[in-house]
């Protein structure tokens, strides 16, 4: 399969992508996937790894689930904030459903650095996540 966006958050200028290292690897390492922030926001360039569970994909999909639900329905941004995967073991994102939303990159465990990225999503954005997101999970447990 190559490497494959597990999410991306996009607008015209910027973007935060989770790209997994090694789809063809056929599953988890040890239980944990292998994948890398890549964060393009005007004068940051920057690559940081990741790691994962299917858990932590799990998840990912149930807050996506709940923005393309609540997208669908129109409500307006609540200025709720999810950390993805669970905050404290690496690296993570702050997902922060405000106007614009702001994904915010906080590398607490190496770094020590948080870049904040706010981006102007298109409308159904969350749900067109959610869709790539099945499908990597599914092509994900085939491949074990």
Aim: proline fraction near 5%.
């Amino acid at each position: 399969m190559g490497d494959l966006d597990v999410v991306r958050f996009a607008d015209r200028t910027q973007s935060v992508a989770v790209v997994l290292e090694d789809a063809a690897g056929g599953g988890p390492h040890e239980g944990w996937h292998e994948a890398g922030i890549a964060i393009e926001a005007g004068f940051v360039r920057a690559y940081l790894p990741l790691r994962f569970t299917d858990a932590d994909l799990a998840d990912l999909t149930g807050h996506l689930a709940a923005r393309a639900a609540a997208e669908e329905d129109g409500a307006l941004p609540d200025g709720s904030a999810v950390d993805w995967p669970e905050a404290g073991r690496s690296a993570y994102l702050r997902l922060c459903a405000a106007d614009p939303f702001v994904v915010e990159v906080r590398d607490p465990v190496r770094s020590g650095v948080t870049v904040s990225v706010p981006l102007h999503l298109r409308d159904g954005w969350a749900a067109r996540a959610l869709t790539r997101l099945d499908r990597l999970r599914a092509a994900l447990g085939e491949g074990r």
